[in-house]
C-alpha cells in the first residue's frame, strides 16, 4: 500500500465495491493494514464494522449448483514433492493422514480439498481450501500458509462467501453426509502467521463479525511428524493462545 487514507476514504471503496459481494473479500483494502489517517482506526476494523451493519448484502451472495459432483474423482493427496506451492501441498498433506486413518482435534477428518465451486467456466468462484468433518458439522476451512501476511478479515470473508456460494444441500449429497449437518467456514491459519496475529490485538469489529458469522478460527502448528490442529483460545487479556 504505496499511501494512507482516511476513513472516508476507506468507506468510499467499500461502497464502491459493494455492488458485487461475491468479490468483496478480493478488494485491496480487506488487506490493508495500518491506520486511517484520521481517526486511527486499523483499516480492516473500519471494513469490518461497515460489515456488521450490512450482513444482509453478504447474506444474499448468490448460489452457484455446480451440476456434476463436487467430489472430484481423483483426488488422493498425490502432489508433486518439488512443487512450490505450499498451501495445495499443507493440504494434500493433512488429507492424506485423514485418509490413512488420521484425525484432527477439533475438526474431525478432512474429507476433501480443493473442492470446486465453479459449475461454468465463466463462474466467478474460487475453491474450497479443505473440508473437514468431526460427525456433526462440515467445515469449510479457508487456509493460510504460515508466513501468510494477509488479513484475518480477508480469511473470514473469503471462507464465509464460499459458504454462500455453494449449494449446501448437494454438496452434503455428494460428499454422502447426513442431510442435517450444519455447515460452517472457518479460517484455518497457522500459529504465528500474520493473520492470526491479529487474533492477539484489540480488534472489537473482527471479534464482532466473525460471531455473527459463526467464524471460529482454528490454528495449524507444524509437528516432528506431521500438523497438529486446536481451536482459537483467548483470555481475557485478549492474547491469543500461541
Known amino acids: 500500500m504505496a499511501r494512507g487514507y482516511t476513513r472516508t476514504e476507506i468507506l468510499e471503496k467499500i461502497e464502491a465495491s459493494a455492488r458485487d459481494m461475491?468479490?468483496?473479500?478480493q478488494q485491496d483494502f480487506v488487506n490493508y493494514?495500518?491506520?486511517t489517517l484520521d481517526t486511527g482506526e486499523f483499516y480492516t476494523e473500519v471494513a469490518a464494522e461497515w460489515c456488521c451493519s450490512h450482513l444482509d448484502l453478504l447474506d444474499a451472495i448468490p448460489q452457484i449448483t455446480r451440476e456434476t459432483s463436487y467430489k472430484t474423482p481423483g483426488h488422493d493427496g498425490t502432489y508433486d514433492p518439488a512443487s512450490c506451492r505450499e498451501e495445495e501441498i499443507t493440504a494434500m498433506q493433512m488429507y492424506r493422514y485423514c485418509a490413512?486413518?488420521?484425525?484432527?482435534d477439533g475438526i474431525g477428518k478432512i474429507i476433501d480439498y480443493q473442492t470446486p465451486l465453479?459449475?461454468?467456466?465463466?463462474?466467478?468462484?474460487?475453491?474450497i481450501d479443505l473440508l473437514a468433518?468431526?460427525?456433526?458439522c462440515l467445515r469449510i476451512l479457508e487456509m493460510k500458509k504460515a508466513d501468510s501476511q494477509e488479513t484475518m478479515l480477508r480469511c473470514v470473508l473469503e471462507g464465509f462467501t464460499y459458504r454462500k456460494t455453494v449449494d449446501g444441500e448437494k454438496?452434503?449429497?455428494?460428499?454422502?453426509?447426513?442431510?442435517?449437518?450444519?455447515?460452517?467456514?472457518?479460517?484455518?491459519?497457522?500459529?504465528?502467521?500474520?493473520p492470526y496475529l491479529e487474533l492477539c490485538e484489540e480488534r472489537p469489529h473482527l471479534r464482532k463479525l466473525m460471531d455473527m458469522l459463526h467464524s471460529r478460527a482454528f490454528l495449524i502448528?507444524?509437528?516432528?511428524?506431521?500438523?497438529?490442529?486446536?481451536?482459537?483460545?483467548?483470555?481475557r487479556c485478549g492474547k491469543a493462545e500461541r
Do not use: Q, W
Open 133 to 136: 468433518y468431526d460427525g456433526s
Open 22 to 25: 461475491a468479490t468483496f473479500y
Open 171 to 194: 454438496l452434503l449429497r455428494d460428499f454422502e453426509l447426513p442431510a442435517d449437518t450444519k455447515i460452517e467456514a472457518c479460517p484455518f491459519v497457522f500459529a504465528g502467521s500474520g
Open 100 to 104: 490413512d486413518g488420521g484425525s484432527y
Open 221 to 235: 502448528r507444524k509437528t516432528e511428524d506431521g500438523f497438529a490442529v486446536s481451536a482459537e483460545a483467548v483470555c
Open 118 to 127: 465453479k459449475n461454468r467456466r465463466t463462474d466467478t468462484a474460487g475453491k
Open 33 to 35: 493494514r495500518g491506520c
